[in-house]
């Protein structure tokens, strides 16, 4: 991979893909938008997120956390076998991942296994070959795990990352 890093945020490169599991986690990136894009065989399942590329502690220990963010296209392959739910019942509706998890598939079918996309309020399960995150800028120093809209540059499923 040759696409610059980003030193100030120790992002190493902008396009990430299942190899780099044990590396990544989403923990409070925020889902702008989803998008399942029919196949011949199978689908592709592409998110829009915000993505935390580092939590950066206070100074002081009663200020708050500040973050590194960019904007990313989470990209799933041959996605087949989706299920999930939405319980936003008394919450605003936002999509916030708690985490991402390649789980053993049910069947021994290793080159599929079960993704596990785990939110605060919603959460799918699906079977995919694999994913590419790729992020579209350079991370931002912001106050918040998320990014402003016209910062962000709207929504997008870019699958190319920033030089």
């Not at 040759?2 to 299942?18: C, I, M, N, R």
């Not at 996605?79 to 019942?89: C, M, P, R, T």
């Amino acid at each position: 991979m040759t696409k610059k890093d980003h030193e100030e945020s120790g992002l190493s490169k902008s396009v990430w893909s299942d190899a780099d599991l044990e590396e990544m986690g989403w923990h409070d990136a925020t889902v702008h938008a989803l998008f399942l894009q029919p196949g011949e065989m199978a689908s592709r399942l592409l998110l829009d997120l915000d993505y935390p590329v580092r939590w950066v502690p206070p100074v002081r220990r009663r200020d708050p956390f500040t973050f590194w963010v960019a904007p990313a296209t989470l990209v799933f392959e041959e996605v087949w076998d989706l299920e999930g739910s939405l319980d936003f019942k008394g919450l605003a509706p936002e999509l916030e991942l708690d985490g991402i998890h390649r789980l053993a598939p049910p069947d021994g079918r290793a080159e599929y296994p079960l993704w596990h996309l785990e939110g605060h309020a919603f959460e799918l399960k699906f079977r995919a070959s694999g994913f590419r995150q790729y992020f579209r800028q350079a991370p931002r120093h912001v106050a918040g795990p998320m990014l402003e809209y016209a910062d962000r540059g709207g929504c997008a499923f870019t699958e190319v990352g920033f030089d």
